[in-house]
Nanobody, 111 residues
């Protein structure tokens, strides 16, 4: 199982970023997928979840209305569109699925 995140970076408050998670080694199209994040000194927290076909999603209250989780089963890839970013969104973002975790991608939002 391999999960590889990409798309992180340094942006200003109010900007947007799109994270990607490329999956391999397991039945991606049959697996629910999630995004988590971990800020310095804090526990890892669930950000968003998407079911196998993308028909059902869940968002943490802190990102609801600003972030959108999606997936492309033909490409074995999951996405997290992040709009109206805030400094408190600064964290390492991880994708999870297939009983595995990616290595994370850093998102830094300056005020």
């Amino acid at each position: 199982v391999q999960l590889v995140e990409s798309g992180g970076g340094l942006v200003q408050a109010g900007d947007s970023l799109r994270l990607s998670c490329a999956a391999s080694g397991f039945a991606f199209s049959s697996s629910g997928m999630s995004w988590y994040r971990q800020a310095p000194g804090k526990e890892r927290e669930l950000v968003a979840v998407i079911n196998t076909f993308g028909h059902s999603t869940y968002y943490a209250d802190s990102v609801k209305g600003r972030f959108t989780i999606s997936r492309d089963n033909a490409k074995n890839t999951m996405y997290l569109q992040m709009n109206s970013l805030k400094p408190e969104d600064t964290a390492v973002y991880y994708c999870s699925g297939g009983n595995s975790w990616g290595q994370g991608t850093q998102v830094t939002v300056s005020s």
